[in-house]
């Protein structure tokens, strides 16, 4: 029988190991966009459990943790069954907002994905950010370091993009948060590709999160191809309001 490990090393750098499903992946057998999006999420997650800050110790404490932007490199996507091992570590914030890593490689330890997402501590009644220097459950970190992605900056939304469909948020999409899980976003993304992009294999993905979704809500979703460029650019809007805007690389 296979068994999976997960544990941090001597620099706190967490890593996990899992096998690729069927059921995570697309009519391609790719991993799809937003289990890309769960695996790193919930091993962020769970390098913080395993430290001792589960969400439970958060929200006792009154503070929650929410991804802001995310940029991922795909050197070569997961198929199913492929056996990968997650790799994450935090580093140094800037300004008021948290950075972690992320590396996917394979069995043999080639890389697969490389990526860096941004985080805000946030006060989840108020709604009020709080610094990092005020985070102080662990012991911050004062490094960074270089990876082969794009940085998770600020997308630009084009004002002429077509709306593709408006989408309904319904309770399945809903986390324990109590509004649309950030994988979620994945699924709606892939959804609004016209065919021969989604053929395509992604070069490289990035999303920042606006404003969350919830239930009964409607999502207008926007998109703008860029064919000199072999870009789109995704955008889904509520009320007028950005909940996220998304830019894939082909």
């Not at 499903?21 to 769960?38: H, M, V």
């Not at 996917?104 to 950010?129: A, C, Q, Y």
């Not at 979620?184 to 016209?194: A, F, S």
Request: charged share 25%; glycine share 4%; aromatic share 10%.
């Amino acid at each position: 029988m296979i068994s999976f490990n997960q544990y941090h090393d001597e620099k706190l750098a967490f890593h996990k190991e899992m096998k690729i499903s069927f059921s995570q992946c697309d009519i391609f057998q790719r991993l799809k966009l937003s289990e890309l999006l769960a695996i790193t999420s919930d091993a962020a997650v769970e390098d913080f459990y395993q430290r001792g800050i589960s969400w439970k110790f958060l929200a006792e404490k009154d503070i929650a943790i929410l991804v802001s932007r995310l940029a991922f490199r795909l050197h070569k996507i997961p198929k199913a069954d492929d056996f990968i091992t997650i790799h994450t570590w935090e580093e140094a914030p800037k300004g008021i907002q948290l950075f972690r890593k992320y590396e996917i490689t394979s069995k043999n330890e080639k890389k697969l994905v490389s990526g860096v997402s941004s985080w805000l501590v946030v006060n989840p009644t108020t709604r009020k950010i709080i610094k990092p220097s005020l985070f102080t459950l662990r012991e911050e970190p004062n490094f960074s370091t270089a990876l082969n992605s794009l940085d998770c900056g600020k997308i630009q939304q084009d004002e002429n993009a077509s709306l593709i469909e408006e989408r309904k948020v319904h309770i399945s999409d809903l986390d324990g948060n109590g509004h649309m899980n950030n994988s979620k976003y994945g699924d709606y993304i892939t959804d609004c590709l016209p065919e021969n992009l989604f053929e395509k294999p992604v070069k490289d993905f990035c999303i920042n999160y606006s404003k969350e979704a919830t239930a009964k809500n409607t999502l207008q979703l926007f998109a703008s191809e860029d064919k000199t460029q072999n870009t789109i650019t995704i955008t889904g809007k509520q009320d007028q309001n950005v909940c996220f805007e998304s830019k894939l690389y082909f």
